[in-house]
């Protein structure tokens, strides 16, 4: 589930709770998951991968991971990414442009607090995306982590919420015929400018 704190009321975020809420009534499963592309500058290469989104909060979207992950260097590099989400249970993708920033220290404290220390205790001990000998020694520091956990650990730097504005959407609705509705909208100067695109 997605959390919304204080939702926006301009109109491609009312379209994205209605079109949440009829998913969610689709029993749409892995509603929370969304594709963040990022741009790899060393490599010259656009990376992809699903994250969970937790909150819209405002028009902040956020979602987290590990600050020392290539994904997090690369939104250092480059601050603008693209996120993408398909709710099979309604046919309808979400296309999504932005710019993504580290959300605030009290923010990801208050998350990290909520979790469930097996969570925690993966999140503390993954050097995320670094190449291991096996998974027996990924269970080993999980394990050992969690053990030595107390009630007063609290999060570590490297992890935390990342994150985005959007300032493009574009909601495609498929339809059996092929007609399929396809409606942008862009911000510009603080108004967003809505259009229709062929299918
Ligand atoms: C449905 C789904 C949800 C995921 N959610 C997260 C997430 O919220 N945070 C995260 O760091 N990784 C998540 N992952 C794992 C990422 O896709 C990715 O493997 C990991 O973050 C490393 O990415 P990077 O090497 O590009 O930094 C998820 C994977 C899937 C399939």
Known sequence: MIKFINPSIEKPYIQFQSLYQEALANEQKGIEAISVSSYNQEMNEVEARYV????IADNEWIFFSNYNSPKAEQFESHSQVS?????SSINTQIRIKARIFKTSVEFSDKHFEGRTKEKNALAISSNQSQTIDSFDEVKKN????LNEMTPDTVRPD?????SFIPYYFEFWQGHKN???KRCVFE???DEWIERLLQP
Do not use: C, E, S
């Not at 996120?83 to 709710?87: C, E, G, Q, R």
């Not at 490297?158 to 990342?162: A, P, S």
């Open 142 to 145: 999980f394990h050992q982590t």
């Open 178 to 180: 092929r007609l399929n």
């Open 187 to 189: 911000q510009r100067d």
């Open 52 to 55: 969970n989104l937790k909150y």
């Open 83 to 87: 996120a993408l989400i398909f709710w």
């Open 158 to 162: 490297f992890w935390g919420g990342f």
